[in-house]
């Protein structure tokens, strides 16, 4: 059983308050020390992008208006590996330029960025994991999206992060094995004051049954996390675990965890804390598929989880589902139960060995397509709040000779469990109660088809809904793209898209009248 805990903090007597450069220093740490020199593999790129739309602002037809966007986007991949020293980073700038001038509520320009990193201090004992990322992140679910608009200033912010964690690992022969790690990180909002700047410190110590137990498996964890804000205060949660596993076969096993959840925020009436248990299975009947799940019941109702990975020499297929406390900004800073570019990656994986380029592929597949980063890109919006989240999500990739497809759906609801006040500066009075209780689902469905070594076709639709419980305001939105893509040369690849949306918007509008836009646009991707 799996259960997202409210904040990645730690224990107030270790609190680290002077620490906001931790991580830039710890990877920086990592890039000089001698023995943990790296082969590196950096690659520069640049993209032109002109687009034409028929309705910029995504407004009714009364008030829309048409606009031409040119975009330069220079951007900067790496991969650096060695024998102590493992680093991953991608860095984007994008430079907006409109035919109108004195437009209102746009950008000139955004800078995203995500840098990974683990060093072995001491061989097969000490370790640093150090992240780094900057992101556009909507601020609600019922306005134009990040991925709808990206030159629209309105309904978006900045999302900064950074995580610094070292761990230390033993074994203990073939008795057990401990793991405790030390968390430190910090996430801030840019330029909107309403969602809270935030430091955290966790600490957490696994100790788990190694293999003299034979067909019984057993485990202790103790997760202690501590969170501070303006809004919030100091807040505090904590959960301890145990959990056993018997072995029918050698490739199923019962698994069973019993537990106390307590968590330091101002409810709404309900528990903050309590009893946990659950009872599943683990099923692997071979190295290509996996599957857990479990049911049980926390104090704040009954749960699930479920995991299915398979990997067929031309598909992957990843489904999950979570129930648990959790906030906007533990989103930011976990990574993504289903990563568009983790499974194409391992769907690519067969026929392209060298990781960077086949990232660069990845990421030319996800730009020519049209697909999100990730399912949850478009599911999590700011809030102050904890809340409980029931996510379900599901893709398929599938590849052929001259084709490949990516289906996924989710389904997502966030319930409030602590108080609405810290959220009183976030969406203003007017829209106060709209991130409060939302329900969300969608399904997007890609192809690409080879016409000749140089040229495919590519088509792409969505559907998505939003829905705020509380104040019975509905988002609809629905895409369709086909396009044409061509290699220039060895490092040009030149794209054009015919693109047409259509939907409702609540958020920064007067009232919720549908939309439609239809656009072309054509760009031409060179690498150095």
Request: proline share 3%; glycine share 8%.
């Amino acid at each position: 059983m799996t259960t997202t805990m409210g904040e990645p903090v730690g224990m107030r007597n270790v609190r680290l308050s002077r620490l906001p450069r931790m991580a830039p220093l710890a990877l920086a740490a990592m890039l000089l020390a001698s023995e943990c020199q790296a082969d590196w593999r950096v690659v520069p790129s640049v993209t032109l992008t002109g687009r034409y739309t028929d309705n910029f602002w995504l407004e009714s037809d009364a008030s829309k208006q048409s606009q031409f966007v040119t975009e330069l986007a220079p951007s900067l991949a790496f991969h650096g590996q060695g024998p102590r020293l493992v680093l991953d980073g991608r860095a984007r700038w994008r430079h907006f330029n409109y035919r109108d001038d004195g437009l209102r509520r746009t950008l000139d320009h955004s800078f995203d960025y995500a840098v990974s990193g683990r060093g072995t201090v001491i061989k097969d004992m000490f370790f640093v994991d150090a992240s780094l990322s900057r992101s556009p992140q909507n601020i609600s679910a019922f306005g134009p999206l990040v991925e709808d608009a990206p030159y629209l200033a309105e309904n978006r912010t900045n999302i900064q992060t950074w995580r610094v964690s070292p761990y230390l690992q033993h074994r203990f022969g073939q008795t057990a094995s401990l793991m405790v790690r030390y968390a430190r990180d910090r996430v801030s909002g840019g330029a909107r004051a309403g969602f809270a700047n935030s430091n955290g410190d966790s600490i957490t110590a696994n100790l788990a049954s190694g293999s003299a137990f034979g067909k019984v498996g057993w485990g202790l964890s103790y997760v202690r996390q501590d969170l501070e804000d303006r809004f919030g205060g100091e807040r505090r949660s904590e959960m301890t675990t145990g959990n056993l596993r018997y072995a029918l076969t050698n490739r199923f096993a019962l698994t069973a965890s019993v537990g106390y959840d307590s968590y330091d925020f101002d409810g709404l009436g309900a528990d903050s804390g309590g009893r946990n248990w659950s009872a599943g299975f683990d099923w692997r009947p071979s190295q290509r598929t996996q599957l857990n799940a479990s049911i049980g019941r926390h104090f704040y109702g009954q749960t699930g989880a479920l995991s299915l990975l398979h990997r067929s020499r031309r598909t992957v297929w990843n489904v999950s589902y979570d129930d648990g406390i959790t906030t906007s900004r533990q989103q930011f800073l976990l990574p993504a139960a289903i990563d568009t570019a983790a499974m194409l990656d391992r769907l690519f994986s067969g026929t392209i060995k060298d990781p960077l380029l086949r990232q660069q592929v990845v990421e030319a597949y996800i730009r020519d397509n049209g697909l999100p980063a990730s399912l949850t890109d478009n599911i999590n919006f700011l809030s102050n709040r904890y809340f409980r989240q029931k996510t379900l999500l599901g893709s398929v990739a599938y590849r052929m000779p001259r084709s490949n497809a990516v289906l996924s759906v989710y389904k997502n609801e966030r319930i409030a469990l602590s108080s609405q006040q810290t959220d009183s500066d976030l969406l203003g009075s007017q829209f106060s109660r709209l991130n409060d209780n939302v329900r969300q689902h969608g399904v997007n469905a890609s192809l690409d088809y080879r016409l000749n070594s140089r040229t495919s076709a590519v088509a792409s639709a969505g559907w998505s809904k939003s829905r705020s419980i509380s104040t019975e305001l509905d988002n609809n939105r629905r895409n369709f793209r086909v396009g044409l893509a061509r290699q220039l040369g060895r490092d040009v690849r030149a794209t054009l898209d015919l693109r047409r949306k259509t939907g409702t918007r609540g958020f920064f509008s007067a009232n919720t009248a549908p939309y439609e836009e239809n656009s072309i646009s054509a760009s031409l991707s060179a690498q150095f």
